[in-house]
């Protein structure tokens, strides 16, 4: 793996992942986190939680778990909630810590965004509860977005810790091509979006099923 320096902008690679999008991965990548907000909306409605609930838990049940898997754990869990059962009898395809943490997210009152990202405690997975939840800055810093940054292939299983001050790094950098979204690809787009269509586009380029 090349060296990296969390000092210096890296931007010039996600432009030039975002440049490699084509019509299909710029409309997949718009709309994925539009879509999984109707997901958290519908789960929401349906079990009498709050959106912020129901985002909750998607993003704690999200580790080490298939999307859609993810979306089956999250509604299994708020259903069980809903009929006064206990979550943690739930089987999940992700960490007993992280269906602890939807269980703790469903025991709040009319809870705030930040009362649930406290409970998430986690970079990444509390910017992709942000995300869904239309925090436009937010950016899910996953092992993908790690590789589009570093502009390298990296199994997301090499992926290394990202500490706060990388972390914000290269979040930052996602949110500064942003701005700069319509000349390279010619939509108006929100750094979380960027993410979005930046992975969707490493995902096909790669082959990543």
């Given at each position: 793996?090349?060296?990296?320096?969390?000092?210096?902008?890296?931007?010039?690679?996600?432009?030039g992942m975002l440049l490699f999008a084509n019509a299909s991965d710029i409309e997949e990548g718009i709309e994925w986190y539009a879509r999984a907000g109707r997901l958290?909306?519908?789960?929401?409605?349906?079990?009498?939680?709050?959106?912020?609930?129901?985002?909750?838990v998607l993003a704690a049940l999200s580790p080490n778990n298939k999307w859609k898997r993810n979306c089956q754990d999250a509604e299994s869990c708020i259903k069980a909630w809903s009929l006064g059962r206990d979550v943690m009898d739930i089987v999940c395809c992700t960490y007993p810590v992280m269906k602890d943490k939807a269980k703790r997210i469903l025991s709040l009152s009319a809870p705030s965004r930040d009362d649930v990202a406290a409970i998430l405690h986690g970079r990444k997975i509390s910017?992709?509860?942000?995300?869904?939840?239309?925090?436009?800055?937010?950016?899910?810093?996953?092992?993908?977005?790690?590789?589009?940054?570093?502009?390298?292939?990296v199994p997301t299983t090499k992926t290394p810790t990202l500490g706060k001050k990388l972390y914000s790094r290269i979040s930052a950098d996602y949110c500064t091509?942003?701005?700069r979204a319509w000349a390279i690809c010619?939509?108006?787009?929100?750094?979380?979006?960027?993410?979005a269509v930046t992975w969707v586009t490493y995902r096909r380029i790669s082959g990543i099923k």
């Amino acid at each position: 793996m090349k060296k990296h320096n969390a000092n210096r902008a890296l931007t010039r690679n996600i432009s030039g992942m975002l440049l490699f999008a084509n019509a299909s991965d710029i409309e997949e990548g718009i709309e994925w986190y539009a879509r999984a907000g109707r997901l958290g909306r519908r789960l929401a409605d349906t079990y009498g939680c709050t959106m912020e609930q129901s985002v909750g838990v998607l993003a704690a049940l999200s580790p080490n778990n298939k999307w859609k898997r993810n979306c089956q754990d999250a509604e299994s869990c708020i259903k069980a909630w809903s009929l006064g059962r206990d979550v943690m009898d739930i089987v999940c395809c992700t960490y007993p810590v992280m269906k602890d943490k939807a269980k703790r997210i469903l025991s709040l009152s009319a809870p705030s965004r930040d009362d649930v990202a406290a409970i998430l405690h986690g970079r990444k997975i509390s910017a992709f509860a942000l995300s869904i939840l239309g925090e436009h800055s937010a950016v899910c810093v996953d092992g993908h977005a790690f590789a589009i940054w570093l502009g390298e292939r990296v199994p997301t299983t090499k992926t290394p810790t990202l500490g706060k001050k990388l972390y914000s790094r290269i979040s930052a950098d996602y949110c500064t091509v942003a701005k700069r979204a319509w000349a390279i690809c010619g939509h108006d787009l929100t750094a979380a979006q960027v993410q979005a269509v930046t992975w969707v586009t490493y995902r096909r380029i790669s082959g990543i099923k």
